[in-house]
């Protein structure tokens, strides 16, 4: 028995590694086949005129005499098709994969990440205040495991609807709050909700990676707005009003930003509100995610708050980033009632509600108080003491731009300057890409190249990490760059 275990073990752990190896070398391809396919084995046809066809074939060999050749189609749904894959992820799991590969220093010196280094259970508890934590445990231990309404419970759309008011000027109705798993669900339903096929969607650039590729899915046209960092990354309202036409259908705001960490100021808000007005079809998506990681004299401003803009916004928000519940999966859209019911709609046949014992959790969350109370200050303190360490840091390098950063945990940082050197081993530093493959082989530090945020000049660098992890990296960092800056000059 005891040698039969070690066997099952042994084949476990070599099963794993295969899987680790295969994932860490895994190229980027949009479909694969497994050659252990039983009773039929499968070989890609490329003729021309199935590549003219757009179409992808297999063919099915007959396993007997009686059976006839098959032609079968395997080709993807062109919206699927014309999405990229999360930069953001991709480097996220290829990060956990080398750590389970034995190379922990990869992800110990991660900058790339989108959530605190803390998680829910130790955020709440360095500073007691586990209120929610024991919601979500007696949740499972009372019983509350089955399915709620579609929307959310009654209790936490109660709940999000006295926060709107009292946060964020906001007077709605629980029939127009849709929980559900995460805000990013919330924005990818609102998306599919009001856009038409051929209408187009302004995205600020930089923004969020999924946006563009949201606008894809409900078979619209992402246009891309240009920001500079001079202005902080905001849109410049005359810009806005010279690219608005009747196809423009939905406008997507992100304040605090991710990446840039830039705070729309309500003057700026006002502006644009005025703008949007003057359009009858055109909407605001206003992801509000990180209105609460704001560093003062900042303020947080809900568009939907101003006058005459509830009727045409839908605000997004969660409780992944304020309240470091992350991997509860909660987040919700309040919108005007018709909008509400067609995201609700949606919900109803893509994933159904949000988890019951998340809910619970998310109840008692919000009666923390403004921003999270006590732990939610401690929390933001926490993170402008590490924003301030990266801008010192980081402003010591000649050859670094830094905007100014007034909410969110990331620095969009200018490193364009490096680009167009031939490093020996390496090649040629091209693009933010290049940079940031370099800066992995050399630092052991994972940074998100800023193309997928729509700005190739820069690099997005977390900074919801430990302070003694920034630390580290940021050395590793320095040193690459400062003899990445000497190559760089013989090669001038």
């Not at 359009?279 to 568009?303: F, K």
């Not at 009727?311 to 309240?323: P, Q, W």
Request: proline share 5%.
């Amino acid at each position: 028995m005891v040698n039969s275990y070690l066997l099952q073990s042994s084949s476990a752990i070599t099963i794993k590694n295969a899987y680790i190896e295969s994932e860490i070398s895994r190229p980027s391809i949009p479909v694969s086949f497994s050659s252990q396919i039983p009773r039929f084995s499968l070989r890609i046809m490329k003729s021309s005129k199935q590549v003219e066809a757009c179409k992808a074939k297999a063919v099915m060999k007959p396993t007997s005499q009686f059976d006839e050749l098959i032609e079968l189609d395997i080709s993807l749904s062109p919206s699927v098709n014309a999405v990229k894959p999360s930069k953001t992820m991709a480097i996220s799991d290829k990060s956990t994969a080398l750590v389970q590969a034995g190379i922990p220093r990869y992800l110990s010196n991660s900058l790339s990440y989108e959530h605190t280094h803390l998680s829910t259970c130790n955020y709440f508890c360095l500073y007691d205040c586990v209120e929610y934590i024991y919601a979500g445990i007696n949740a499972i231990r009372e019983g509350h495991t089955r399915y709620t309404p579609n929307a959310g419970t009654l209790e936490l759309r109660l709940a999000i609807c006295h926060k709107l008011k009292e946060e964020n000027g906001i007077s709605c109705t629980p029939d127009e709050i849709v929980v559900s798993n995460g805000a990013k669900q919330s924005s990818l339903q609102a998306v599919l909700a009001v856009c038409s096929p051929g209408d187009e969607v302004i995205i600020p650039a930089p923004y969020y990676v999924s946006y563009p590729e949201m606008a894809r899915l409900a078979n619209a046209n992402p246009v891309i707005l240009p920001t500079n960092m001079s202005d902080n990354f905001l849109l410049d309202p005359e810009l806005l009003k010279s690219k608005l036409n009747e196809k423009s259908r939905l406008l997507i705001l992100c304040s605090p930003s991710n990446p840039t960490g830039s705070v729309y100021p309500r003057k700026l808000l006002e502006e644009i509100a005025v703008i949007v007005k003057k359009h009858p079809r055109l909407l605001v998506l206003s992801d509000e995610i990180y209105e609460h990681i704001i560093y003062s004299p900042a303020t947080h401003t809900s568009i939907a708050s101003l006058p005459g803009m509830w009727e045409r916004t839908l605000t997004v928000n969660g409780f992944s980033k304020a309240f470091a519940m992350t991997g509860w999966r909660l987040g919700y859209i309040a919108a005007p009632k018709h909008f509400a019911s067609a995201c609700n709609k949606l919900q109803s046949q893509l994933t159904s509600g949000a988890s019951s014992i998340s809910q619970k959790a998310g109840v008692a969350a919000l009666g923390l108080g403004y921003a999270g109370g006590e732990a939610g200050a401690i929390m933001v303190k926490a993170f402008r003491e590490r924003r301030d360490y990266l801008i010192k840091s980081f402003g010591e390098l000649d050859r670094v731009k830094i905007s100014e950063l007034q909410g969110a945990f990331y620095l969009f940082l200018d490193f364009s300057s490096y680009y167009g050197t031939e490093v020996e081993g390496f090649g040629l530093i091209k693009d933010s890409e290049s940079l940031c493959q370099y800066l992995l082989d050399q630092a052991q530090v994972a940074l998100v190249p800023g193309d997928a945020f729509g700005d190739d000049t820069c690099i997005r660098i977390s900074y919801a990490a430990s302070l003694s992890m920034l630390e580290a990296a940021v050395e590793r960092i320095k040193k690459v760059l400062l003899s990445f800056s000497k190559t760089a000059l013989t090669n001038v």
